[in-house]
């Protein structure tokens, strides 16, 4: 099971813009890594695969933390299904019809599932996250790591192959575990797809 909601995450090759636009809403960076190996495992989730990224985390008090991140891609696509608009809200598009299994996968997880969408409630405050689902007959685009703007969304979890075999059945697909040292500290991590192809990172602590 999650042990809580750790930090959205934005792919952008314009870093600086990104940036000084979020310490513009009170954000603070933490820590940046230049030039982290990109693990083969995630090429499944990238349009364009190159052999480094940049990672940029930065805080916020009472918002969600972002991670600001630089693929490297020659991709200009813009995603249109997952966004943070509302304070402590995200909202994700999802295809017509597709909710309940949506909300199947992640109450697997450990969430909540209420009328709009899914949340999780845990005793520290900064591990909550509230979702809401909203339907669409549109297009939608492919999730992808590499795509511009919210790509996915990253927890923590005390266990990385339980929390896999808890949605093995739900997720529509699932990588195998890989590590990556950063800002000093060696990270096992998983990366899945929800049904509708919502990316999911997690992240063993």
């Given at each position: ?6 930090h959205?995450?934005f792919?952008?090759p ?8 979020l310490?513009n809403?009170?954000y ?7 030039g982290?190996?990109?693990h083969t495992n ?5 349009k ?12 916020h ?5 972002v991670e ?9 696509e ?5 966004f ?7 909202s ?5 019809g597709?909710?309940?299994?949506e909300s ?17 409630k ?23 790591l590499?795509?511009?703007g ?11 192959q ?6 093995m059945e ?9 590590s ?5 500290k060696?990270?096992s991590?998983?990366l899945m ?10 992240v063993e602590?």
């Amino acid at each position: 099971m999650i042990v809580g909601f750790s930090h959205l995450i934005f792919n952008t090759p314009k870093v600086e813009t990104v940036i000084n636009d979020l310490k513009n809403q009170g954000y603070q960076i933490d820590f940046s890594e230049l030039g982290l190996p990109n693990h083969t495992n995630k090429k499944p989730l990238l349009k364009f695969y190159s052999e480094k990224h940049d990672i940029h985390l930065l805080r916020h008090e009472t918002h969600y933390d972002v991670e600001v991140l630089n693929h490297y891609s020659e991709t200009s696509e813009v995603q249109n299904r997952l966004f943070n608009d509302k304070d402590k809200v995200v909202s994700i598009i999802i295809p017509t019809g597709k909710q309940p299994s949506e909300s199947e996968f992640w109450a697997n997880l450990g969430f909540k599932v209420n009328d709009g969408g899914v949340y999780l409630k845990r005793p520290v405050p900064a591990w909550d996250i509230e979702i809401q689902f909203t339907e669409s007959s549109a297009t939608l685009v492919e999730q992808k790591l590499d795509l511009n703007g919210f790509t996915s969304i990253a927890f923590i979890t005390k266990n990385l192959q339980a929390c896999k075999q808890l949605v093995m059945e739900s997720a529509s697909w699932i990588s195998d575990t890989f590590s990556l040292e950063v800002n000093g500290k060696s990270l096992s991590i998983a990366l899945m797809k929800s049904p509708t192809g919502i990316i999911i990172e997690l992240v063993e602590v």
